[in-house]
Nanobody
């Protein structure tokens, strides 16, 4: 079993910044790929970014150059630094990993960007 707990969401004005954190516990390995997804009202959940155990990263086109994903394996924590936020970034952000042949999700953290 794996537990993922996100934090760091909130209300911010356009152009502002937030840093999300996701703490993992349970049967998680430092080799597991960690991902951030988001889901806006009325829209499908979309992949925002992922990071491999070696630190390789990948981003959705909509957030490239503004968001940075990182991880601290010693703390079993993955971060999402979000800069230059836009109203269209408003969504619930979820941490995700796939291990032991199943997906695990956190409860989500709300990010709201006002114009």
């Amino acid at each position: 079993q794996v537990q993922l707990v996100e934090s760091g969401g909130g209300l911010v004005q356009a152009g502002g910044s937030l840093r999300l954190s996701c703490v993992a516990s349970g049967s998680i390995l430092s080799s597991d790929v960690m991902r951030w997804y988001r889901q806006a009202p009325g829209k499908q959940r979309e992949l925002v970014a992922f990071i491999t155990s070696g630190g390789s990263t990948n981003y959705a086109d909509s957030v490239k150059g503004r968001f940075t994903i990182s991880r601290d394996n010693a703390k079993n924590t993955v971060y999402l630094q979000m800069n230059s936020l836009k109203p269209e970034d408003t969504a619930v952000y979820y941490c995700n990993t796939y291990t032991g042949m199943r997906h695990y999700w956190g409860q989500g953290t709300q990010v709201t960007v006002s114009s």
